[in-house]
């Protein structure tokens, strides 16, 4: 049985009520105190390790409970908020408790690095791996989980650009493919701007708002013309590549299962970055404006060629996940999984259904493909879902609420803000109810005393 379907029942119930045997009632007999600090440190690593690369708290926490379940540290207590890990040991009655804790610094989305976690926690709670052993294969997760060179990470950084326009716009025609071509280097151009500013040490919110300035000043350009080139599809796709559709998801995914701190912190990060693309795109858009750009743009994406719009949601989810540094055996898991989600989306939109409530089911649908396949794999579900829902991600609603703003319409401006804010909360619920769903469909078979106790429990006190 997978680990998370075993350790997530004990951390959902009392520290006190939780067994301290291997489900024959019997107390395990505990480690060294050597191996034990070993095996903290392990744990402790393993969960630093995982919270960086964007893992949920309440899965952090069922792997660090694993590693130590599995070394027989117990009774023990970890402990995840959004830039801190911690766990806590008592080795017997009376003794006073063993306490140690880390701290994430820049957590940022490398589904490659979460995935070799992933099996290195599914190899040591399978036993036969012994605590130093555990050690070197986390230190070489930890060197060696680059997937992709860097021209490839530039490149893909303007795929997903020029396939968000074909998203947004629908069209196939030569000014579409023109458009195309602008947002691709509008998007390498923000990119580069991007690393100029973080190799000065820069805090992330204005390395954010400076890539996002050339899409905008790319779409002025193309407004002063006379071939009726759309300069608001060239914004409104270079918003995909800066959108934080996984923290907000995150967010929202934490306060559901009881992380409230965590949640609250995630959140608010989501809200700096989504400010810092405001301020880029804004701060440009209002000179265009007030020189007679007309960046006019429609509330929802057009759907005028689903079978386009189809593809270039494939082709979006696909950069995405390349520079999210997923492996590349499960990119077609991927993509298949975004495939279904934007399908579901336009079939719902064209039936007549409100946005924000396609939206909301298209999540639901990849959150419970993403389990489905990640149980199947035997991996995390992250890399199978967080590029998945880049083509639901809110990018045209976002920039019709803040081109409202600039023209002087708050009342608008707020309402598409506003949108914007619906989509993305429907997307991080439907996500999270996708993956309760799958528990359901592969409940966790022969959890014994654990899944007993789990049922009996009131709940636990959550950070």
């Known amino acids: ?17 939780r067994p301290l045997g291997d489900g024959d009632g019997a107390p395990a007999d505990g480690p060294e ?11 402790l690593l393993v969960g630093e390790q995982m ?14 409970f694993a590693v130590t379940w599995t070394y027989r540290v117990r009774p023990c207590d970890p402990q995840v908020t959004f830039t801190r ?21 820049h957590p940022a989305g490398d589904c490659a690095r979460l995935a070799a976690l992933f099996r290195l926690v599914t190899d040591i709670t399978a036993g036969g ?38 998203l947004v716009g629908g069209r196939a025609d030569a000014r579409a493919w023109l458009v195309f071509v602008s947002a691709v280097v509008a998007a390498v ?56 559709g996984w923290p907000m998801v995150a967010a929202v995914q934490d306060g559901l299962t009881g992380f409230y701190l965590t949640a609250a912190a995630r959140l608010l990060e989501a809200l700096y970055l989504m400010a810092g693309v405001v301020v880029g795109v804004m701060s440009v858009l209002y000179i265009g404006v007030n020189n007679g750009a007309d960046l ?63 939206t909301g089911l298209a999540a639901v649908l990849v959150g419970l493909s993403g389990r489905l396949m990640a149980r199947h794999r035997g991996s995390s579900a992250l890399p199978f879902v967080i590029a998945a829902l880049g083509p639901l991600l809110p990018g045209s609603v976002l920039y019709f609420g803040m081109i409202a703003f600039v023209r002087g319409e708050p009342e608008a401006g707020v309402s598409g803000i506003g949108h914007a804010a619906a989509m993305a909360m429907a997307l991080a619920i439907g996500v999270n109810l996708g993956r ?26 959550r950070r």
């Open 296 to 358: 006019a743009a429609q509330s929802v994406p057009s759907s005028s060629n689903p079978p386009l719009q189809l593809v270039a949601a494939l082709l979006l989810a696909l950069s995405f996940a390349v520079l999210l540094n997923t492996e590349p055996r499960t990119l077609p898991g991927v993509m298949l999984n975004s495939g279904a989600g934007w399908a579901t989306y336009g079939v719902l939109v064209h039936a007549g259904g409100e946005p924000v409530m396609a």
């Open 436 to 461: 309760e769903v799958a528990r359901l469909f592969l409940p966790a078979r022969g959890t014994g005393r654990c899944a007993l106790v789990a049922r009996r429990s009131a709940g636990r006190h």
């Open 189 to 244: 151009a923000g990119d580069r701007l991007a690393a100029l500013v973080g190799r000065h040490g820069l805090p992330e919110f204005y390395r954010i708002a400076s890539a996002a300035t050339p899409a905008a000043a790319v779409g002025i350009l193309l407004s002063f013309n006379q071939l009726h080139l759309r300069g608001s599809v060239v914004i409104t796709g270079g918003l995909y590549a800066f959108l934080p």
């Open 85 to 105: 890990v911690a766990i806590s040991y008592q080795p017997g009655p009376g003794e006073p408790p063993v306490t140690a804790e880390r701290s994430v610094r």
């Open 33 to 43: 105190p050597a191996v034990a600090g070993v095996a903290l440190d392990l744990a």
């Open 51 to 64: 919270l960086a690369c964007g893992e949920a708290a309440e899965d952090v926490e069922a792997a660090m």
């Open 129 to 166: 791996v012994g605590v130093d052993d555990a050690h070197r294969r986390l230190r070489a997760v930890h060197r060696d989980c680059r997937r992709y060179p860097a021209w490839l990470l530039v490149l893909s950084s303007g795929l997903l650009a020029g396939t968000a326009t074909l």
């Open 1 to 17: 049985m997978p680990w998370p379907d075993r350790m997530l029942p004990l951390l959902r119930t009392p520290t006190t009520a």
